[in-house]
């Protein structure tokens, strides 16, 4: 069986359930004893009182209207030897009088309430023991009949047997409780599985939905509140499968449109930039007027971004369309490096500064993609940053790291999350660019189509940094 969590929701369940059997375990108890206990004392009490006073009517008519101190000690002896199995030691005072007997000691509290109350009172004591103060009355007949005679008889008797049937009974008390407890986990278990068997379905129906299985439904069983939760759930999943279809239609048509328009586009804008090819030269040989051979090379140049353009847009539909594929081939950082500087006629090192390996190290990558990487990654340095910009490689045994450094002003923190994304510029007013956009969103995908990583940051007393990893042991495997 799989253990819970020490915090886990069935832990607690189980806790909570044994805390609240423990709790109304211990109430019931107390409960218990408390009757018990008063149940206990209360009929010992009761007829402890009701012995003295059977005796003391018997053997108080047989004093003299003035007893002596001799007529009372006789009285207290003969209450002593009738005690028998209550085994009580009894005193009597007269008036304000000392007891005269073996019950001692005799609170000042207890003799004061019997005389001023003239009933019997009683207390119980440490030890334990129960005191019981019983005035006596004349009972002759007359105007004297039922009054007070200043006599008060007193006996002390133990309560351990009593004191012992109470211990008895809370040890009971304690043997039961323990066992219901130890029982109460059966059911415990039981009702948190019951619980959190609808909440571990929902979680792994959650688990699916997230993997992509959005058509996974659950049961709903019952009319609670977790059956109603299973419902809400079932309801979400149902809309997110809606909105996934919708969105994954929308996406697939915005692509296949962006393929369409742009391979539309290709054919007459070769043709278009044929032609201004060929103006190009007549406006740099004096053969056209001068407001015609600007007007001719502002076309030229704004064919050249248009097609430039076109092609970004139908690189990133093949990226889209998973048709792009590596052509793998084993090069030399530094060739690679050279070659993409020369292409661009990229100066060294007004524009651009190189650290690279000395050695004829040599990766397996697609030499078009990586340079297709580094173009965009040093053209953008050189039109957001300064020059001159740095590109330095490592080569260890697990990786190939690329760095291109500016020195411009760095990338602002709300931007840097947002570099990569199609067509986000950071600078608002810069409506219009010699890029399409798409420069670096291309470059990250080339970079992860090589199960590699692409990330920027800003140098630490420098402009921004773009930072390639390629891992150099899975280059040469299929993606």
Not at 47 to 66: C, F, G, I, K, Y
Not at 95 to 124: F, H, K, M, Q
Not at 288 to 317: F, G, N, Q, W
Not at 341 to 362: Q, Y
Request: glycine letters at 6%.
């Amino acid at each position: 069986m799989k253990l819970a969590p020490a915090r886990g929701l069935r832990t607690r369940l189980v806790v909570a359930f044994l805390l609240v059997a423990a709790l109304s375990a211990l109430i019931t108890a107390a409960l218990t004893f408390r009757q018990a206990r008063s149940g206990i004392l209360q009929r010992t009490q009761s007829a402890a009182v009701h012995d003295l006073r059977l005796q003391v009517d018997s053997l108080a008519p047989n004093l003299p209207t003035e007893p002596t101190d001799t007529d009372l000690r006789g009285l207290t002896q003969q209450l002593d030897r009738v005690g028998g199995s209550r085994g009580w030691n009894t005193a009597v005072s007269r008036n304000d009088g000392p007891p005269i007997g073996t019950a001692s000691p005799i609170s000042t509290s207890l003799r004061t309430a019997a005389r001023r109350d003239n009933t019997t009172v009683y207390e119980r004591t440490a030890g334990p023991r129960l005191l019981i103060a019983m005035p006596v009355n004349y009972d002759t007949r007359g105007a004297a009949a039922g009054k007070p005679s200043g006599l008060v008889v007193y006996a002390a008797l133990t309560l351990r047997a009593e004191q012992a049937d109470i211990s008895a009974l809370v040890t009971a008390a304690w043997a039961g409780a323990i066992p219901a407890l130890a029982l109460a986990t059966v059911p415990a278990l039981f009702a948190a599985r019951r619980v959190l068997r609808p909440v571990r379905q929902l979680r792994t129906a959650a688990e699916k939905i997230t993997s992509g299985a959005l058509d996974t439904r659950l049961d709903v069983t019952g009319k609670d509140e977790l059956a109603e939760l299973t419902g809400t759930f079932n309801t979400m999943a149902t809309a997110l499968e809606r909105d996934d279809g919708e969105l994954r239609r929308m996406e697939a048509n915005a692509r296949r449109f962006a393929a369409d328009v742009s391979h539309e586009l290709r054919t007459p804008l070769a043709a278009m930039a044929a032609v201004t090819d060929a103006l190009d030269e007549d406006a740099h040989s004096g053969q056209l007027p001068p407001d015609t051979a600007d007007a001719v090379l502002l076309i030229s140049d704004e064919t050249r971004k248009l097609a430039r353009m076109v092609e970004d847009l139908m690189e990133i539909s093949r990226f889209d369309a998973g048709a792009a594929a590596l052509h793998l081939d084993d090069v030399s950082p530094r060739t690679l490096v050279r070659k993409t500087l020369d292409l661009r006629g990229w100066r060294e090192p007004e524009e651009v500064v190189t650290d690279l390996p000395e050695g004829d190290e040599r990766v397996r990558v697609d030499a078009r993609r990586i340079d297709v990487v580094l173009a965009n990654l040093i053209a953008n340095a050189l039109r957001h940053g300064a020059p001159p910009v740095t590109v330095r490689v490592r080569v260890t045994d697990e990786s190939m790291v690329i760095e291109i450094v500016d020195r411009g002003p760095g990338i602002p923190e709300d931007v840097l999350p947002h570099v990569f994304d199609r067509f986000y510029k950071g600078d608002a007013a810069r409506t219009r660019s010699e890029g399409s956009g798409l420069g670096l969103a291309i470059a990250a995908e080339n970079v992860r189509l090589h199960r590699g990583t692409l990330t920027a940051a800003n140098y630490p007393g420098a402009g921004a940094v773009f930072t390639v990893t390629l891992p150099i042991g899975t280059l040469g495997e299929e993606p």
